[in-house]
């Protein structure tokens, strides 16, 4: 019974709401991004009725004669008036010059830099400094051991894998992680 009654609330709020703020009191004439509607143009009734067949004029323009009208064009002001030469300068003051083409530059052809030749990159090896040390498949105890290694095994760095622990390859060439509190430079 309480949802029923929760539903019938939200229901009335709802629609009191939408009473309330759904008026159309304020708004702006024209909404914003819409075009206003041209208004459509209704034709006057005419008193006198539209030529028909029995009603038409007795003797029919020749087709072959062009009808000229004599009336001036309203929208055409007369040359050498004032408004004529002020639409004229307008024209020529809002018509741009074209700008001369500037000549291109001629472009440098690139000098390819001579790449300077890589050092063969030497190998820094570390020495197992524990009795014997586990070599993980991951940079951290979570990860799997892949092999032990002795004390003093030769391995190749090949850099920082975070938090204290190595990359490593071995002698046999399989690459592994061991923290770096196990490793030294200076052979045992």
Do not use: C, H, K
């Not at 041209?38 to 006198?48: F, I, S």
């Not at 038409?56 to 087709?63: C, V």
């Not at 024209?91 to 790449?115: G, N, R, S, Y």
């Not at 622990?165 to 770096?180: A, F, K, N, P, Q």
Request: charged share 25%; proline share 16%; glycine share 8%.
């Amino acid at each position: 019974m309480g949802i029923i009654r929760l539903t019938l609330l939200t229901s009335v709020l709802i629609w009191l709401a939408l009473m309330y703020f759904g008026r159309d009191e304020g708004l702006p004439e024209r909404v914003i991004g819409r075009e206003p509607t041209a208004p459509v143009a209704t034709p006057d009734p005419t008193t006198e009725p539209a030529p028909t067949a029995d009603t038409a004029p007795e003797s029919e323009p020749e087709p072959d004669a062009a009808v000229v009208d004599e009336s001036p064009d309203p929208f055409t002001p007369e040359p050498g008036s004032a408004l004529a030469d002020a639409i004229g300068a307008a024209i020529e003051e809002a018509t741009p010059e074209p700008d001369p083409a500037p000549e291109p530059e001629p472009t440098p052809e690139p000098v390819p830099d001579p790449a300077p030749e890589p050092e063969p990159e030497r190998d820094q090896v570390l020495y197992v400094t524990g009795t014997t040390v586990n070599v993980r498949s991951g940079p951290s105890t979570v990860y799997d051991a892949i092999t032990s290694l002795q004390g003093g095994a030769a391995v190749v760095d090949l850099g920082n894998a975070g938090e204290g622990w190595r990359m490593i390859r071995l002698e046999t060439g399989e690459t592994g992680y061991m923290s770096g509190d196990f490793l030294s430079p200076d052979a045992p």
